[in-house]
């Protein structure tokens, strides 16, 4: 039987065709296999563009991340081949780092490279990927050179358009039909024309948007407060862009007039915003959703007053409103309450963290589930994690595959959004688990939990106790709250308004998990 082998393909960008194309690359490496009567089990290919944290990355061979090549090496690891074979040795790497990660895993896993278009020489090696890498930063450098110089001469490089403007091939241009739309947002704005109004006449009159695959809803508030911000530069006329630390002007015909801009930056300054007072009380303060699923916010939850002597002189001391943060109408659920006041809402989930802090019998039961479901995940864990690892590589595959068949017009950008967002709800949630696993792995439950559990507990019911009688001054009363604060994040998960303002509270099933951890907090 012949030798198992695998061949790895890498293109530096998508578009990368001619002779070295991936259907050249791997044509000549199967031949190779079978002139050496080798069988072929797989083939690893970088020919797409792959994300990395926020950013993209063209499959460039000084890259040691890439997911192909990174996927072979896990598979060497476990022992599924014996020989790579490639077309150039500069397809497997042109860098140093790429280098050390093949040549490592050759020497570790016994591993034989082999050459369609060369002979592999492990002793040359390095040589070689230091003079790739050195060629590659020469090219950079120099192409560096020549964009710094285009844009000195003021010509239009490259970067995202300014709306109202166009590149074409070295001049930015105006695009009359969105220029119409950026002097009458900057007009509503000396008018004092609230956004909603501003995003409804920009509906209302089809006002052409830049395309972006990743916009969701058409004139956000987000795109309109883009366009203000960039008043000077609509009135000066300019676009600028960086390179390398420098900063470049380009000069372009402004859309506004001196005159108007002076008048916004007038009506600007007149205009103050509304400051929220960051030490805002609330104890549903991250918790509250609606059925829009949006977290809500809190305003005006800042203290009343209070008098000399600091004695309390109101009932519920501390006014304020939770609010859906959604301002797009057609994101509002019609289920949503909109706002909701905070003492009202407080109340409510106070009373009821309070009840079932009150009732041992059903936290002990609500723990002891909790712990069963520990226990079996830190077994589970012991055994295999792959399956989860797995399913996290396969979303980074299909996310690429998704964005591919998008950009070749396979699937319209809406189908590529509601995709993506799909597959990124799935990542978050797998990264979720695997994290849990691993922390309960690293953190065993105590074998006598249900004594400090108790115990503990204790404690806490004889603090609402304390908490009930009436506080003599501002100062025991704002104690008193941040220690109901703290039990409600603890016990609580989620709590959800509806149009009613009907509430329902969900508690959190790790309660046992964040009350440990406190105390050991309290303990250090």
Not at 154 to 174: C, F, L, P, T
Not at 247 to 265: A, C, G, R, S, W
Not at 289 to 309: D, I, T, V
Not at 466 to 475: C, H, K, M, S, V
Request: aromatic share 8%; glycine share 6%; net charge negative.
């Amino acid at each position: 039987m012949g030798k198992r082998a695998v061949i790895y393909v890498r293109t530096s960008s998508e578009q990368q065709g001619g002779k070295d194309s991936p259907i050249e690359q791997e044509a000549d490496c199967r031949a190779l296999a079978e002139q050496e009567g080798m069988i072929v089990l797989n083939v690893y290919r970088d020919i797409k563009r792959y994300r990395k944290g926020s950013k993209w990355f063209q499959p460039s061979g000084t890259r040691y991340d890439r997911p192909g090549l990174l996927a072979m090496l896990r598979d060497a690891a476990d022992d599924q081949f014996d020989v790579i074979i490639a077309w150039r040795e500069d397809r497997l790497y042109r860098g140093m780092r790429a280098m050390l990660l093949v040549l490592e895993a050759m020497e570790k896993y016994r591993l034989e490279i082999m050459l369609a278009k060369e002979t592999f020489d492990p002793m040359t090696a390095p040589i070689k990927a230091w003079l790739a890498q050195m060629e590659i930063e020469n090219i950079k450098e120099r192409m560096t050179m020549g964009v710094k110089a285009r844009l000195r001469a003021g010509k239009a490089n490259s970067g995202q358009d300014r709306y109202g403007y166009v590149r074409n091939d070295d001049a930015i241009e105006i695009v009359e039909a969105e220029a119409f739309w950026v002097r009458h947002i900057f007009a509503w704005a000396i008018e004092k024309v609230p956004l909603t109004e501003m995003r409804q006449r920009l509906l209302a009159g089809d006002a052409p948007q830049q395309p972006n695959s990743r916009r969701k809803i058409p004139w956000s508030y987000h795109s309109i407060k883009g366009i203000l911000s960039g008043a000077e530069d609509y009135a000066l006329g300019r676009k600028t862009q960086s390179r390398s630390g420098e900063v470049f002007e380009i000069p372009v015909e402004p859309i506004i007039d001196m005159q108007t801009y002076e008048t916004y930056l007038k009506a600007k300054r007149r205009y103050k915003p509304v400051q929220y007072d960051n030490r805002q009380h609330g104890l549903l303060k991250g918790l509250l959703f609606c059925p829009c699923g949006n977290k809500w916010g809190l305003r005006g939850a800042s203290l009343q007053y209070k008098s000399e002597r600091g004695e309390i002189k109101d009932k519920d001391r501390i006014l304020g409103t939770y609010f859906c943060r959604q301002l797009h109408e057609e994101m509002i659920s019609d289920d949503c309450p909109r706002s909701v006041k905070r003492p009202e809402a407080d109340r409510f989930v106070w009373e009821e963290v309070s009840g079932v802090i009150n009732q041992p019998e059903i936290l002990m039961h609500y723990a002891r589930l909790m712990v069963e479901r520990s226990k079996s995940e830190v077994k589970a864990s012991n055994v295999d994690l792959a399956p989860i690892e797995q399913e996290l590589e396969n979303i980074t595959y299909q996310r690429q595959w998704i964005i591919t068949q998008a950009r070749k017009g396979g699937m319209s950008a809406e189908e590529m959004d509601d995709q993506l967002t799909e597959l990124s709800r799935r990542e978050t949630e797998l990264k979720r688990e695997l994290r849990d696993i691993q922390e309960e792995v690293q953190n065993p439950i105590s074998p006598n939990w249900e004594y400090e559990f108790h115990e503990y507990l204790t404690d806490i019911q004889a603090g609402i106790e304390g908490l009930e009688t009436e506080p003599r001054n501002i100062d025991e009363w704002l104690e008193a709250y941040q220690i109901k604060t703290q039990l409600v994040q603890i016990f609580v998960k989620k709590v959800i308004v509806s149009k009613s303002k009907g509430i329902t509270v969900e508690l959190d099933p790790n309660f046992l998990k964040k009350l440990t951890e406190l105390k050991e907090e309290e303990n250090e």
